[in-house]
Structures are given as structure tokens and as C-alpha cells.
């Protein structure tokens, strides 16, 4: 695969369709309202957008339950809509990447239905069904992600179903021959309508261990306060036959031009997996929970993304927050960060070797918001509560105002999720055009990755530099770039002989250039290398 390909060292930026923007007033975005937005979009200067899901859906998982895989909700439109939408971003140039979630369907999804019928339909196989145990327990002792056991009872087949997430998404069974060509045959459903590429949600979870063995137990010093993370997860994913899959939908992608697949790969050894996975001949790159797990925004942290990928054949893909994590400003940068570490962070992301994803509202900079109980809708927020907002709080309405009501982003006085207050304070509309913004900062690492060949494809080698100092030289020919962040809370001066020579361009107020490069506490520079 050449650098040319348009997704090797792209910047894409997610788009979480119930949240951009609301076009008919009901509270809830939707396909017509992201389209009137793409221009902002593409100001931005990013290659392409990532969707999450807007197919049918009775939303158990707001849309990751899908329930009909070649249609959209009509929460969020029409397949009109949605075609207008993929004109209007390509005649933008930017690249749209869709939400497949292969993994699991809805409950409410025609082939369970009939699979749930009875033990001889032709879908009683499409499914994982096992018989319960002689004193009736579950087949096994696998746990769901979502807390508990991962079986569900049906009184009608008399048998367990297989969900690793809510009880209303069953696993299909992909060691089905029928159930591959099916799912294969939706994805040349959407690259026919044109689609760029594929996010493929929870892509290690296809297949399970058909022997249904046990899975160990964690090697944990305490309890973990998740009951998912008391097994080492050997058995339920992550199992070989999946890149085998992924091989044949790699294959059917590339009879498509310039299309991709991005996978996401949760595993016990995230990094291992996402190297694994995106391999040659399978995922054309793969996205790990490695920064998203994190909690600290070290410069070890980001270290530790390089450098496994340093002699890698593969591609990587990282992003500092998504619609499932909390925002990184408050994960990473702790309950009150400052403006100038919340833009540390950031550019330590495009110091990065790969394709990087920005989530709506990471260029603003926006902290995790906070959602009254009773205004949550996320089960899982729901059942997990202990005071904070889980995966709502990052999911809120995008501001794009300070003053219109609801933060601009719907007429109705009930959006879905309501608007955090520090959210509208730092509104679109409040920050474009101000040169020390968040949002400019954003726009401008945005323009020095695709302006160097360093920053977009080069070589990332680690250098020697102070605690708290993440110093990288980005090389690609002759273009060099060295990449220098502190995240740190006290100034540090980084000595080495690539300063010699080297001119900025970009950095903030808090770097100087002499002899060598004295960065404030959160400082950054991005300086050329003779």
C-alpha cells in the first residue's frame, strides 16, 4: 500500500449523528442536519468523516443494535438523505467511512427473529445457541461487557443465546458459512452506494470458541470494580477464524477503489491485537483502546502508542476520545485542566505515526459534561451510575452557539441530551476566528500534518528528552520534522542536535528556540529539521 492512499495519515473526524445537528426540530440530529454542516467540516481541513451508526434501530444501544442493515432510521432520515449527504461531503473532498457493526444485530432484526422461531428454521444457526447446562444454568461461565453473564434464556427455543453486550443484541454466529455471505453482502451494499470506507465496530469479535470453553480468570490484585475485566477474555473473542473473515471482507473492499476498513480492536493486550490485526491482507489499519483507556496524559502514555509500531508492517490509527469514553480534557487532563494543557494534549496526538480521528467537539476542547440523572438515556450510564454521566456525558448535543437557545444545535426547547452549560460557553461561534483558541490550534496541527510528508507518513523515533517532554523526529525523505510537547506542569528545556539549525513552525507561546528549546509547562513546538 503507497502513502498516496488517501487514508494513510489522514485526519477524519467523527460525527455521532444524534448529536451534530437537528434539522427538523424533534431534538434528535439527524442525515439533512449533518449535510448542512460539512462545510464547517471541511474548514477544518480534515480528509473525512466517520459516521456511527443511523440504520434501523429500536436504539436499545442508540443504533448499535442494528435491526435492518441496508436502511436508515427515520429518526435520522432516508437512504436519500444519506445519498445527498455522501454528494455533498465528496463534493466537499471529504471521504465518508460508515459504522458496521457485523459483531451482533437487534433482537428486533428479521433473521433473529426467525432464528429465535425454532431449532430447524433455516436461521436457527445464524445465531450462538447453546443448551443450558444439566441444572439449567448458562453453558459457560463468559461474562458480558456490560456486566453479568453473556447468555440470555429464550423460553421458545429453550436454549441460551450468546451477547456480549446488552441482552438485546445477540452474536451472530460467523462460524455460519450463510452468515458470512450475508454480512459480506452488506458491505457491497454500501460500497456500491459509494462509501469510502468502514469503522467496523468491535472487529475481534466475531467469532467465538465453538467448544464454548471456559474462560480464566484475571490475574488482579484486587477485584476489579468491572465484573468483564475478572476473566482473561481467551475464549469469547479474539479467536483466529476472524482474521480469516477478515481477509475475505479485505478482499471485497479491494475490488473497490481507494476504499478502506478501520477496525476497532478491544483486547486483554490492546496494542498486541491492534498490530495483529492490522497486519498486510487484513484490516487496512486498526484503532486500539490504548489512549482511550488512559487516564494520565503523560508523555509516556503516547510513548508507549509509538513504540510498538516502529518497525511494524501495518498501519495504526489513534484518537483521544470517542463517543464511548469519557472527553479526553477531563479523562487525561484531570476535573480542571488549563487551556494550554487541553492543546499539549492534543498535539501530542499529531505527534503520532498514523491515521488520526478527532471526535465532534475534541477541536473545542469541550470537557466532559455533566447529565442529571433522571436525563440520562444511555442503559449502561443508567445501570452503572455512582454520579458521573458515563457514556452521555460525552455524547451531548455539538454547541454551535453560546446564545441561540440549545446551543443552536435544535429549535426544540428538549433535545435529546441537554447542553452543559461550559459546553455553550465554549461554542463554535465563540472561538472561530480567535487566533489563541482551541479551535484554531486544531486547525492549524490539521495544516502542518498534511503540509509535511514527515508528519502524514514519516518514521516516529522517540528521543531523549526531560520528564514530562514528548519529543519525536518525524522523518520521510528529506522532510523532518521534530515533534516536541511537554506535559508536564513545570517548564523544561530539551537539548539536542536536530535544534541545530531547526526553524519553527508551529509552536505555542510557551516554547522559545535558541541553543536549545525552552517549553513553558504545556508548551509545544513542531520545528523543521536541516
Not at 436499545?60 to 442493515?69: E, K, L, R, S
Not at 454480512?183 to 465453538?210: E, M, S
Not at 478482499?251 to 493486550?269: F, K, N, P, W
Not at 516536541?484 to 539536542?496: D, I, K, R, S, W
Amino acid at each position: 500500500m503507497t502513502d498516496e492512499a488517501w487514508w494513510r495519515g489522514a485526519v477524519i473526524y467523527q460525527i455521532y449523528p444524534r448529536s451534530f445537528m437537528d434539522s427538523n426540530g424533534d431534538g434528535v440530529g439527524d442525515l439533512p442536519g449533518i449535510t448542512s454542516k460539512l462545510d464547517y467540516v471541511a474548514s477544518l481541513g480534515v480528509d473525512g468523516i466517520w459516521l456511527s451508526p443511523f440504520f434501523t434501530s429500536p436504539m436499545a444501544d442508540y443504533g448499535y443494535d442494528v435491526a435492518d442493515y441496508r436502511d436508515v432510521d427515520p429518526l435520522f432520515g432516508t437512504l436519500a438523505d444519506f445519498d445527498a449527504l455522501l454528494a455533498k461531503a465528496h463534493g466537499l473532498g471529504l471521504k465518508v467511512i460508515i459504522d458496521q457493526v457485523y459483531s451482533h444485530t437487534s433482537e428486533k432484526h428479521a433473521w433473529f427473529r426467525e432464528s429465535a422461531a425454532s431449532r430447524t428454521n433455516p436461521k436457527a444457526d445464524w445465531y450462538v445457541w447453546a443448551d443450558p447446562k444439566p441444572d439449567g444454568t448458562a453453558p459457560n461461565n463468559w461474562l458480558g461487557v456490560f456486566g453479568g453473564s453473556a447468555w440470555a434464556w429464550s423460553p421458545r427455543r429453550r436454549q441460551y443465546y450468546l451477547h456480549n453486550f446488552l441482552v438485546e443484541q445477540p452474536d451472530l454466529n460467523f462460524h455460519s458459512a450463510e452468515v458470512q455471505q450475508a454480512i459480506l453482502d452488506v458491505a457491497r451494499f454500501w460500497l456500491d452506494r459509494g462509501v469510502d470506507g468502514f469503522r467496523l465496530d468491535v472487529a475481534n469479535y466475531y467469532f467465538h470458541d465453538a467448544a464454548l470453553t471456559d474462560n480464566p480468570p484475571a490475574d488482579y490484585s484486587k477485584p476489579p470494580g468491572w465484573t468483564y475485566l475478572y476473566q482473561r477474555h481467551l475464549h469469547d473473542k479474539s479467536q483466529p477464524q476472524t482474521l480469516d473473515f477478515l481477509k475475505r471482507l479485505r478482499a471485497v473492499t479491494d475490488e473497490y477503489s481507494d476504499r478502506m476498513m478501520l477496525g476497532e480492536i478491544g483486547d486483554d493486550d490492546p496494542l498486541a491485537r491492534q498490530l495483529e490485526y492490522a497486519a498486510p491482507g487484513l484490516l487496512h489499519t486498526a484503532y486500539s483502546f490504548h489512549l482511550l483507556d488512559g487516564r494520565k496524559g503523560s508523555a509516556d502514555l503516547f510513548k508507549e502508542a509509538i513504540e510498538p509500531w516502529r518497525a511494524a508492517e501495518g498501519w495504526p490509527s489513534w484518537s483521544l476520545g470517542n463517543h464511548d469514553f469519557v472527553r479526553f480534557p477531563t479523562r487525561l487532563g484531570g476535573s480542571s485542566p488549563s487551556a494550554e494543557q487541553v492543546d499539549a494534549l492534543m498535539a501530542a496526538l499529531f505527534c503520532l505515526r498514523g491515521t488520526l480521528f478527532l471526535y465532534e467537539g475534541d477541536e473545542l476542547g469541550l470537557p466532559q459534561a455533566h447529565v442529571p440523572f433522571e436525563k440520562l438515556r444511555d442503559p449502561y450510564a443508567i445501570a452503572a451510575y455512582t454520579g458521573d454521566s458515563g457514556r452521555d456525558g460525552t455524547r451531548t448535543p455539538f454547541p454551535w452557539s453560546a446564545t441561540a437557545p440549545e446551543a443552536g444545535f435544535t429549535t426544540s426547547n428538549d433535545p435529546w441530551l441537554p447542553i452543559d452549560p461550559r459546553h455553550a460557553a465554549a461554542a463554535l461561534d465563540t472561538q472561530d476566528g480567535k487566533p489563541d483558541s482551541h479551535l484554531a490550534v486544531t486547525r492549524e496541527l490539521v495544516a502542518l500534518r498534511k503540509a509535511h510528508p514527515a508528519l502524514k507518513w514519516g518514521s516516529a523515533e522517540i528521543l531523549d528528552a526531560p520528564e514530562g517532554v514528548l519529543a519525536v523526529l518525524r522523518v520521510q525523505g528529506e522532510d523532518q520534522v521534530l515533534c516536541a510537547v511537554n506535559l508536564g506542569a513545570t517548564p523544561a528545556t530539551f537539548e539536542h542536535r536536530a535544534l541545530k539549525g531547526a526553524t519553527l513552525l508551529e509552536a505555542s507561546h510557551l516554547a522559545a528556540l535558541a541553543n536549545d528549546l525552552t517549553l513553558g509547562a504545556y508548551g509545544r513546538a513542531f520545528l523543521a529539521v536541516d
